[in-house]
């Protein structure tokens, strides 16, 4: 009996994971850290038909712990990544796929995009090239809209999220370091506990992209498979 429970509290011991934590305060907002990637739905409910996928999946390598979420388009095409280091939450790596589907690598200059706290401040700045011998400098100011948590509707359950208001500026400069072209905006971004992002639309909601469902890989391989 004595050998039995030894034995039992054994592969407790070894059969157990230390969950993965982070240091910053509002990461009860984020992704969570499991070990099993997951793809989570989105449509766009302005319109009913456009769809994002975001792939979400965690590596441990010898620069620590961090998450990995990559946006595609609804044919299965790669639009953007990003990797945040799990600790902080500030980001590692920015990257976007050009219209030439080759992958750009962003040039940080700013990596606190996920603010430390609700009167924190995000920033985000990443300098990649764009077409025809140009380079965007993509730039963003992240602050959080209400200090107070509101109730979101996520799938089929209201859920504590936190809203943070992205004003961005987008601009290109030709050869010669000249803008040629700027765009800017807001963008509402809604991070419910438990989950991370769960919705995101602009201010006048012309487009506004809800979690619908989360998928494994090998659906959303299938998936696209068939598109």
């Known amino acids: 009996m004595k050998l039995a429970v030894i034995l039992f509290l054994l592969i407790g011991f070894f059969g157990c994971k230390e969950a993965t934590k982070s240091a910053n305060p509002l990461a009860i907002y984020f992704h969570p850290f499991d070990d099993e990637p997951k793809v989570y739905v989105f449509r766009d409910k302005a319109s009913g038909l456009d769809e994002r996928f975001m792939r979400i999946f965690?590596?441990?390598?010898?620069?620590?712990?961090?998450?990995?979420?990559?946006?595609?388009?609804?044919?299965?095409?790669l639009i953007e990544a990003f990797n945040y280091n799990i600790d902080s939450l500030y980001l590692m790596d920015?990257?976007?796929?050009?219209?030439?589907?080759?992958n750009q690598k962003g040039e940080l200059g700013k990596?606190?995009?996920?603010?430390?706290?609700?009167?924190?401040?995000?920033?985000?700045?990443?300098?990649?090239?764009?077409?025809?011998?140009?380079?965007?400098?993509?730039?963003?100011?992240?602050?959080?809209?209400?200090?107070?948590?509101?109730?979101?509707?996520?799938?089929?359950?209201?859920?504590?999220?936190?809203?943070?208001?992205?004003?961005?500026?987008?601009?290109m400069y030709g050869p010669n370091d000249d803008a040629?072209?700027?765009?800017?905006?807001?963008?509402?971004?809604?991070?419910?506990?438990?989950?991370?992002?769960?919705?995101?639309?602009?201010k006048k909601k012309t487009q506004d992209y809800q979690l619908e469902k989360i998928i494994s890989e090998t659906e959303f391989a299938n998936l696209i498979q068939e598109r």
Request: proline letters at 4%; aromatic letters at 12%; charged letters at 30%.
């Open 111 to 171: 990596h606190k995009y996920f603010p430390m706290s609700k009167g924190g401040k995000g920033e985000f700045l990443s300098k990649f090239p764009g077409p025809d011998s140009t380079f965007i400098l993509l730039e963003k100011s992240r602050r959080v809209l209400v200090n107070k948590p509101k109730m979101q509707k996520v799938m089929d359950e209201k859920l504590e999220a936190i809203v943070f208001s992205d004003d961005f500026t987008a601009t």
């Open 180 to 202: 040629i072209d700027q765009k800017k905006g807001t963008i509402l971004n809604y991070y419910a506990k438990g989950y991370g992002l769960v919705r995101w639309h602009d």
């Open 94 to 102: 920015h990257m976007v796929v050009d219209g030439n589907r080759v």
């Open 58 to 77: 965690r590596i441990d390598d010898s620069f620590g712990k961090h998450m990995v979420t990559e946006l595609y388009a609804a044919d299965g095409r």
